[in-house]
């Protein structure tokens, strides 16, 4: 699977939008992208993936570039709660071990009044 | 959120003894997972499912056995826990149909956080 690259840390105010970078130059043509985010003491959630389109649910929007090397996870108007570790992840899909999803360091977000 | 529970949430048990971890989804999933967390090492995934009996190591499987019997229980058993296993273990389940390739996310547990004296 890719690697993938993220700030160790971001800040953002309450009610503005959040932009969370990753950074995948070694992504595969058959390599999703994933994120998940962990607040503390809970299980990882997960948010959105995509494999080249921009995504968007509930939660948040994915923008992939159309090189596919980086991506950007937006959260809309964040608040309070979605301080938290946000990880990206690349995957290709499929069954097995490939199924493992390798957690890098991954980007605390703190979310300030 | 999907519907996974761990049992126990917390606990606390000696060197050699065996511990058995409880995970229940109501998804009907067939994909499921334990994992482990641990400070500087992110989460290492233990054993996984993919099917009723069928089931397979991962990188961390030393010391750990899985057995799934029904589609909704996955056990993960610490035949005689060693202090190395204090750790925090998670459950993960994602859907899959077999013979098909599937890019489905996996959805976990709130874990359970286990102290091996």
């Known amino acids: 699977d890719a690697k993938t690259t993220q700030p160790p840390s971001m800040d953002c105010a309450e009610g503005r939008a959040a932009n969370l970078p990753c950074n995948h130059s070694t992504i595969s043509g058959n390599e999703y992208v994933y994120w998940y985010r962990q607040i503390h003491s809970q299980g990882p959630q997960y948010i959105i993936h995509?494999?080249?389109n921009n995504e968007t649910n509930e939660m948040a929007s994915l923008i992939i570039t159309e090189d596919r090397k980086s991506s950007t996870l937006i959260l809309p108007h964040a608040t309070l709660r979605d301080t938290a570790v946000y990880y990206c992840?690349?995957?290709?899909?499929?069954?097995?071990?490939?199924?493992?999803?390798?957690f890098g360091k991954g980007t605390l977000l703190t979310v300030n009044p | 959120d999907a519907g996974i529970t761990q049992s126990p949430r917390h606990k606390v048990t000696e060197t050699g003894t065996p511990v058995t971890l409880r995970c229940h989804q109501t998804e009907n999933h067939r994909y499921m997972y334990w994992y482990r967390q641990d400070p500087g090492h992110g989460l290492r995934l233990i054993h996984y499912s993919y099917g009723v009996k069928d089931t397979d190591k991962g990188e961390v499987s030393d010391g750990y056995s899985v057995s799934r019997s029904k589609t909704e229980d996955f056990l993960l058993t610490l035949e005689s826990a060693t202090s190395s296993q204090t750790s925090v273990y998670f459950c993960a389940i994602s859907e899959g149909t077999p013979g098909r390739v599937s890019n489905q996310p996996q959805h976990f547990g709130d874990g359970t956080r286990l102290s091996i004296l």
């Open positions: 995509g494999l080249k």
């Open positions: 992840i690349v995957r290709v899909a499929g069954g097995g071990s490939n199924y493992k999803l390798t």
